[in-house]
């Protein structure tokens, strides 16, 4: 069993930057991929961004590419989303998950999720 609890979360102006953390408690998260997904207002959960078990490889979305950053601290069990150059659009409730698989970025095959962070970019 995985635990997973975001923080980070905010107002912020248009061109701001905020960092995510999402804390992981039970097994080490270097067993699990690691994922950012977002959910807008009537829209459906989308994924954002991924870290592999190794930590060696990261995938983003393409709305996000060059302006979201996903690193991990295996020490700490956390991983962070550094989201710089924020836009109107990004704004969402953001989740982090866990994957004891190789799938990337469909929201279904995640094991675990947390109870997800508010980001509200204001024009």
């Known amino acids: 069993q995985v635990q997973l609890v975001e923080s980070g979360g905010g107002l912020v102006q248009a061109g701001g930057s905020l960092r995510l953390s999402c804390a992981a408690s039970g097994r080490t998260f270097s067993t699990y991929t690691m994922g950012w997904f977002r959910q807008a207002p009537g829209k459906e959960r989308e994924f954002v961004a991924a870290?592999?078990?190794?930590?060696?490889?990261?995938y983003y979305a393409d709305s996000v590419k060059g302006r979201f950053v996903l690193s991990g601290d295996n020490a700490k069990n956390t991983v962070y989303l550094q989201m710089n150059s924020l836009k109107p659009e990004d704004t969402a409730v953001y989740y982090c998950?866990?994957?004891?698989?190789?799938?990337?970025?469909?929201?279904?095959?995640?094991?675990?999720w947390g109870q997800g962070t508010q980001v509200t970019v204001s024009s």
């Open positions: 870290i592999t078990k190794s930590g060696k490889t990261t």
């Open positions: 998950a866990a994957n004891a698989g190789a799938v990337i970025k469909t929201p279904a095959y995640y094991d675990y």
